[in-house]
């Protein structure tokens, strides 16, 4: 079983470049999450997507941006990476947001902007 | 909105020993779920436990446990026989029943160590 895989684990980026965070799950969940987790902190949701062709912003969406057009796949979208880009980020998806509704998580992508 | 807050930054606990994580939270909502999740040095998220608002009866799963206070919305989570395993960072979660599309929001976390 997959579950969420992210794609790549880990990326070097210079201030200004571009860049496309890849997941995609293999559970058929209609909901899709983008976190990032700074250093000592917690979670903090970028853009969520309620199914397909349905993205909606989250806390922090400034500076990203998402599409969501196959079930499967969530892509997130640096245009003009930033040092306070830096960070770790996580995809989450999950089945339903009912009492069983729970969130599955990627590895993660390790991002670094210099 | 609604805010978790994890006012432990790091805890200790010695193997075998029993180590309780603190977690409160604010809401006007009734109708909830609070989550606890594991996070260790491979940066996994990984659920440990969860609770349902509406249940007054405190969730648990093996070692883990939950103190559920509806009422102090205060949601801790009791590890009994620690681990070495169980060093990692620890989140407390928060997520609306109804709405929300089932969005969580994070605590900043709890980083727990195991001393041998």
């Known amino acids: 079983n997959a579950g969420v895989t992210q794609t790549p684990k880990f990326r070097i980026l210079k201030i200004g470049q571009s860049m496309t965070l890849q997941c995609t799950q293999d559970m058929n969940h209609n909901y899709m999450y983008w976190y990032r987790q700074d250093p000592g902190m917690g979670l903090k949701l970028i853009y969520y997507?309620?199914?397909?062709?349905?993205?909606d912003k989250g806390e922090v969406p400034n500076g990203y941006n998402v599409s969501r057009s196959t079930t499967e796949d969530f892509p997130l979208r640096l245009e003009l990476a930033a040092p306070s880009q830096t960070s770790v980020y996580f995809c989450a998806s999950s089945l339903t947001q009912g009492s069983k509704n729970i969130q599955y998580f990627g590895a993660g992508t390790r991002l670094s902007v210099l | 909105a609604q805010t978790v807050t994890q006012s432990q930054p790091e805890m200790s606990v010695q193997e075998a020993e029993t180590v309780t994580l603190s977690c409160t939270y604010d809401?006007?909502?009734?109708?909830?779920?609070l989550f606890w999740y594991k996070q260790p040095p491979s940066r996994q998220m990984i659920l440990v436990i969860r609770?349902?608002?509406?249940?007054?009866q405190n969730a648990t799963e093996n070692r883990f446990s939950v103190n559920f206070q509806k009422a102090a919305k205060s949601f801790s989570l009791k590890i009994s026989d620690s681990q070495l395993g169980d060093a990692a960072m620890y989140f407390c979660?928060?997520?609306?029943?109804?709405?929300?599309?089932?969005?969580?929001?994070f605590g900043d976390g709890t980083t727990l160590t195991v001393k041998p």
């Open positions: 997507s309620v199914g397909a062709g349905i993205t």
């Open positions: 809401t006007s909502e009734s109708d909830y779920y």
């Open positions: 609770q349902e608002a509406y249940k007054q």
């Open positions: 979660a928060y997520r609306s029943y109804f709405t929300n599309a089932g969005k969580s929001t």
